[in-house]
């Protein structure tokens, strides 16, 4: 079994984001991390003809997790498979990719890996994107849907921190051993299913489904593992306005992020 891998889940509007993904690991991944990718089962002959079938695994989602639900949106399901790739058993911990992430300079296991087989655990209050979401919205993350969610997970798991805590963005670093321990602790203790919870969740708390907010306030209440605290790993542009407001100051420049991250995401919406 290995360490650490990494994993991207996609599917066909998303596959030349792959490619430029799969290029990248192949230029920076200095100790030759594997690679695994899945997608839906009817996806895969596409996957295969746009990345070939060298260096990364291609998996179909339907393997990992079936959705049982009707009417559960893409972006639901995405995050309910990506929960479950610690069911394959290949590894102790994974790296989770957006499609749309590429890294930008070498990578090795130590960046991932704090000591023996903990990874380290994103956590930060994301004091950057508070101030983009006031510029560029006037709005407080204080007060958003996500510090809602982040308030309705420690409601469920028993926490009453007053930080809020940002367990993102995308790419997120897992530990198996956490979310087998909230399958096994939480979910099968109290006889529900994994996407029964969520639903559950959105629709007690009027919040949305967020699976990096699961897994880390789990973590937070239960210390399933040594947290050893980092920021995040990629400069993830969340807004058009972000580009523009770093274009218009100098400051985008893939050389000065390459001192602070692995790579970047820019979301799909962004020119």
């Not at 079938?53 to 049982?68: F, Q, R, V």
């Not at 790296?95 to 300079?105: M, P």
């Not at 051993?177 to 006889?191: G, I, Q, R, S």
Request: aromatic fraction near 16%.
């Amino acid at each position: 079994m290995e360490n650490i891998v990494l994993y991207c889940k996609s599917y066909r509007g998303d596959v030349k984001r792959v490619k430029k993904l799969k290029d990248s690991i192949e230029k920076y991944n200095k100790d030759n991390i594997p690679f695994y990718v899945s997608c839906p089962k009817e996806d895969k002959q596409l996957f295969k003809d746009n990345l070939g079938t060298k260096n990364y695994t291609l998996i179909d989602d339907e393997n990992i997790y079936e959705i049982k639900s009707k009417g559960i949106d893409g972006w639901r399901s995405q995050q309910l498979v990506k929960s479950f790739f610690h069911r394959l058993k290949v590894t102790k911990n994974y790296f989770c990719l957006d499609s749309d992430a590429y890294f930008i300079k070498n990578f090795y296991i130590d960046d991932f890996i704090a000591e023996g087989d903990i990874p380290y655990t994103l956590i930060h209050e994301n004091k950057e994107l508070q101030q983009y979401r006031k510029l560029f919205h006037n709005s407080s993350f204080q007060t958003c849907g996500y510090a809602k969610a982040v308030r309705s997970y420690r409601d469920i798991f028993g926490s009453s921190y007053k930080k809020i805590y940002d367990y993102g963005p995308n790419p997120y670093l897992w530990s198996c051993k956490v979310w087998e321990h909230f399958h096994k602790n939480y979910l099968n203790a109290n006889n529900i299913s994994y996407e029964d919870f969520q639903i559950i969740m959105e629709h007690q708390y009027k919040i949305q489904m967020r699976e990096a907010c699961t897994y880390g306030e789990y973590l937070l209440a239960t210390k399933v593992i040594d947290i050893i605290p980092t920021c995040p790993f990629f400069k993830v542009y969340h807004w058009q306005e972000m580009v523009d407001f770093e274009k218009k100051n100098n400051i985008f420049n893939e050389d000065i992020l390459k001192e602070s991250y692995l790579g970047i995401i820019y979301q799909s919406n962004i020119k």
